[in-house]
């Protein structure tokens, strides 16, 4: 795409696209650029009508992916191109509301015994305990560790949000416990292989795999279901589901609800109205 491409990273950048998004986003321009061996700029609505089907048809992507694409092509031709006729008819796939994936509190304790670095085990313990995702976990600093006011700052959260979470007392034990024994050097909690730079998602989500394995669990569960799992035992302890929208950051108390759909807590105090039927 050569200067489509450093013009289209450039307008992400000043309307303050999160890192990952604007990767994404070009990554899946350049797929589509690819496929028809042209420059988008010389393309219009019928390339992007063909490539949605050869997606749909032919990779049989998911409709969370071909909405990925969607959102693409939409930034390039409205923002990049200034044609936001090509795009205009778009409409996005239905996308089918799956329940979060939850862990029970034996499964997460299992999970972590059969973690065998306390690298690994610390980003479990910060995942669980504070509702993070994953690449809110790697991005940690050292300083955003705040004993005094017991709060996890984190700095990077999903749509360049920024909040605080708890920090338990048993969560901030165990992450000095890990600062002794690890002695992480730079700035970074959980440092890669090179001090300056944190810690890969890939080098978090590996190891967890691998612990999930070993432990037995036959769920199919990744490493964001240790946030939605502390979303679920917060309810089930009784924590106001306000609360638990800001820890979590989400924008939208719709979508702190879901998990009420799978707290236990909660179906445990309704009733079924065949209870309530007078009977003989």
Known sequence: MGELYDRMRDEFLLQGYAKNTMNGHLCRCKVFARHFMRSPADMGEEEVRQFMLYLTKEKNVTPSSLRAYQNALKFLYRHVLKRPEVVADLK?????????????????????EATRLIKHKATI??????G?????????????????????????????KERHSILSPG?????????????????WLFPG??????????????????????????????????????????LENGTDIRFVQQLLGHTSIRTTVRYTHVSNAYLGTIESPWDGLPRA
Do not use: C, W
């Open 132 to 160: 993070l995702r994953i690449g809110e976990v790697a991005r940690l600093k050292k300083t955003d560790i705040d004993s005094r006011r017991m709060r996890i700052y984190i700095r990077e959260a999903k749509y360049r």
């Open 171 to 187: 969560l901030l034990k165990f992450l000095r416990e890990y600062y002794r024994k690890a002695r992480p050097k730079g700035e």
């Open 193 to 234: 292989q090179k001090p300056q730079n944190h810690i890969t998602i890939n080098a978090i989500h590996v190891p967890f795999k691998r612990a999930v394995k070993k432990a037995g669990i036959q769920k199919n569960v990744s490493f964001h279901s240790l946030r939605h799992s502390f979303a679920t035992h917060l």
């Open 92 to 112: 996005s796939p239905k996308i089918t509301t799956r329940l979060p994936t939850v862990l029970s509190r034996t499964e997460v304790v299992a999970i972590f």
């Open 125 to 130: 313990a910060v995942s669980y305990g504070a």
